[in-house]
């Protein structure tokens, strides 16, 4: 399944054109730079993505937003009774998927705040 992306700024920590491996994600979680703007989030030490619009952080599910969903399960853990690690660096085919994924959770938050803030308020206070 496929749907539009919104375009965040791909910003690298070092000279030359990103690798593979500067995609994988590390021992740290992705973060963003500022808990209260929430504009950039920090994927790696190599690797953060600018341009957040606050409309994506509109759209929320269960008391998170759709990217903070995605942070929260998105991370590299070990089951503490079987010592099994989930690496998530594994999910994508290409490296540059994650960030396709993250582009595509920012168009359809900004997407779907748009569409229920368009709705007529009775039909928001049913939903609530």
């Not at 375009?7 to 808990?35: C, M, W």
């Not at 599910?61 to 969903?69: A, F, I, Q, Y």
Request: negative net charge; proline residues 5%.
């Amino acid at each position: 399944m496929k749907c539009e992306q919104y375009p965040l700024e791909l910003v690298f920590a070092h000279d030359g054109d990103p690798q593979p491996h500067h995609f994988q994600l590390g021992t740290r979680a992705i973060r963003y730079t500022n808990k209260e703007a929430k504009t950039t989030l920090i994927l790696n030490e190599h690797i953060r993505l600018s341009g957040i619009p606050e409309a994506a952080h509109r759209y929320v599910v269960n008391g998170k937003t759709s990217l903070e969903w995605f942070i929260d399960r998105y991370k590299i853990t070990q089951d503490k009774d079987s010592g099994i690690v989930n690496d998530p660096n594994g999910w994508f085919a290409d490296h540059r998927d994650l960030i396709t994924a993250i582009e595509r959770i920012v168009y359809v938050s900004v997407e779907s705040a748009r569409i229920i803030e368009g709705l007529p308020s009775e039909v928001v206070s049913e939903r609530e």
